[in-house]
């Protein structure tokens, strides 16, 4: 009767450190009146604003939408309603990541807006995960053959191969607010912003067959 093959089991694995593919960054409109439709009306105003200085920045906007709209009763200590708040928030996608500064600081600027951002991520065909696979299939099959040679053996075959999956990149994030009057703004400083580095994980667990080793010399 034959004897099987031997196999080995191993686990392979490696992490990439590579620039995002692209930011996102959130822009707040807000306005209060002690009226609802005076609220919305002057939150529309200001949601005019933000779109103005999308379009002046066109040519750095991959995509935007509207992400919140929303109109909150405010109250008093003893819970009367004294106004309302209104809010509008549009997300943007910016591909260029050393510009990312530039459209953040004249955001910032915007009378009566908040800014959330940038939130840096990889897009799902970007080649580095490509290239974490391959890095961590050449990692498994490196271990194999150390296990092999410790027994004498060689890898003659691969049996089978799982992707368990990868690791999301954690985003580094900048908050900033502007609540300038509506009189013409003064010159806007320079804002560099450094795109936070994506971890991008790869790993697999890989089972090869092995030649019988030479267990006497062992």
Known sequence: MTEPSPRVVVRGETVLRV?????T???TATA???????ALALVGEVQAGVAALLAEHAALITRSSTAAVGVHPEHDDRGRVTGYRASVTTQVRVEDVDRVGEL???AAALPDCSLWGPDWRLDRDD?????ARTEAIGE???RA???ASALGSRVTALVELRDVGTGPAVPMMMAASARAGRAGAAALPELDLEPALQEVH???EAVFLVSAPDLEEL
């Open 19 to 23: 620039r995002p593919s692209h930011a």
């Open 202 to 204: 790869g790993a697999v």
């Open 127 to 131: 080649p580095a995960h490509a290239q």
């Open 32 to 38: 209060r009146d002690r009226r609802r439709d005076r």
């Open 25 to 27: 960054l959130s822009i």
């Open 140 to 142: 498994a099959l490196s």
């Open 145 to 147: 053959r150390g296990y």
């Open 104 to 106: 953040a600081l004249a």
